[in-house]
């Protein structure tokens, strides 16, 4: 199996800074991708950002300028820094990974969350 294990989240003051972790473990044989989804209250889950293994990304428009993905291939670890983060993106920050094992082939992994509270 894989886990996937965020950390980084906390309180910030609307304008301020945060940098989320998250460190993939267990049967990896190739990581095709990772990312970061969050989910506020009353609102459906959002792709925030993602990374391939090449190093392309992919951040959704609300966030570009603002907030930055990064990965480490050799350490399974895809990073988010994200700067002027207002209350609206008050959530809970999910990691996700598409990576491929010998035993189950190419599947989805998620983190447990973290949370991210922006305060006015």
């Known amino acids: 199996q894989v886990h996937l294990v965020e950390s980084g989240g906390g309180l910030v003051q609307a304008g301020g800074s945060l940098r989320l972790s998250c460190a993939a473990s267990g049967s990896i044989f190739k990581t095709n991708a990772m990312g970061w989804y969050r989910h506020a209250p009353g609102r459906q889950r959002e792709l925030v950002a993602t990374i391939t293994s090449g190093g392309s990304t992919n951040l959704a428009d609300s966030v570009k300028g603002r907030f930055t993905i990064s990965s480490n291939n050799a350490k399974n670890t895809v990073y988010l820094g994200m700067n002027s983060l207002k209350p609206k993106e008050t959530a809970i920050y999910s990691c996700?990974?598409?990576?491929?094992?010998?035993?189950?082939?190419?599947?989805?992994?998620w983190g447990q969350g973290t949370q991210v509270t922006v305060t006015s």
């Open positions: 996700w990974g598409n990576m491929y094992s010998l035993q189950y082939g190419s599947r989805e992994y």
